[in-house]
C-alpha cells in the first residue's frame, strides 16, 4: 500500500497531465474526459482542483523539483482559464450537478445495505471533497455558485450526520493538515 508522500507524487503526475490536457477540455463538449496519457483517471475539473488543493497545502512534502513541476502545472492550468472563464463556469456546474448526484446515490445506497456503502467510504468521501472543492473555485470571483448548491449539499451533509459516527482520519496521516477536521468533518469518521 503507498504511503501519503506516494500518493502525493502519483497526485503530482496526474495533476501535470490534467494541466496539460486543460486547454483542450474546457474546449470540449464532454464532462469526463479521457486522458492521453495511459493509467490516469478521467480528467474533470474537480478530479484536477481536489489534488491542486491537496498539493498546494502539502507542498512541504514535496522535494524542490516536485514543487517546481506542481507550480509550472498550476501556471499551465491558470494560463488554460484566461480565455475560457465562463467555459471553466459552466463545465463547473455540470459536474458539481453530476458529482451531487453521484453523493446522493452513494447516501441512498448506505441508507439501503450500509456494511457494502460502508466498504467503499474512502473513495466515496473523493466525491464530498470534489463538491466542496468545485463549490470553493465557484464562490472565487470571476464565478458565481448557484444559489442552491449550498442548500442541496446542507441536505445531503445531514442525511450523512444522522449515519455518522465520528473517528479517525480516513486519508494518510501525512494528509491531515491540507483537511482540517472543522472544515471537512466528512474525512474524520464513517458512517455507522
Known amino acids: 500500500m503507498a504511503t501519503g508522500k506516494e500518493k502525493l507524487s502519483q497526485d503530482l503526475a496526474i495533476l501535470e497531465a490534467m494541466a496539460s490536457e486543460m486547454e483542450d477540455y474546457l474546449k470540449s463538449d464532454v464532462l ?12 474533470t475539473l474537480g478530479g484536477y482542483l481536489v489534488r491542486e488543493h ?11 523539483s516536485e514543487q517546481a513541476r506542481l507550480d509550472a502545472a498550476v501556471t499551465r492550468f ?24 453521484q453523493w446522493s446515490e452513494y447516501l441512498r ?13 474512502e473513495t466515496a468521501a473523493e466525491t464530498r471533497t470534489m463538491i466542496a472543492a468545485l463549490a470553493h ?32 482520519f480516513i486519508w494518510p496521516d501525512e494528509w491531515r493538515p491540507a ?12 458512517p455507522k
Request: proline share 6%; aromatic share 10%; charged share 30%.
Open 137 to 168: 473555485r465557484l464562490q472565487m470571483a470571476p464565478y458565481q455558485l448557484q444559489p442552491r448548491v449550498p442548500e442541496q449539499v446542507e441536505l445531503l451533509d445531514r442525511k450523512l450526520r444522522r449515519r455518522w459516527q465520528p473517528g479517525d
Open 179 to 190: 483537511y482540517p477536521e472543522t472544515e471537512y468533518w466528512w474525512l474524520y469518521g464513517r
Open 54 to 64: 491537496r498539493l498546494l497545502a502539502l507542498r512541504h512534502l514535496l522535494d524542490e
Open 78 to 101: 491558470n494560463q488554460a482559464l484566461v480565455e475560457r472563464i465562463v467555459r471553466f463556469e459552466q463545465k463547473a456546474h455540470q459536474e458539481l450537478e453530476a458529482r451531487i448526484r
Open 109 to 121: 445506497d448506505l441508507e439501503g445495505d450500509s456494511k457494502a456503502a460502508a466498504v467503499n467510504y
Open 32 to 43: 469526463f474526459w479521457r486522458m492521453m496519457k495511459g493509467n490516469m483517471p478521467m480528467l
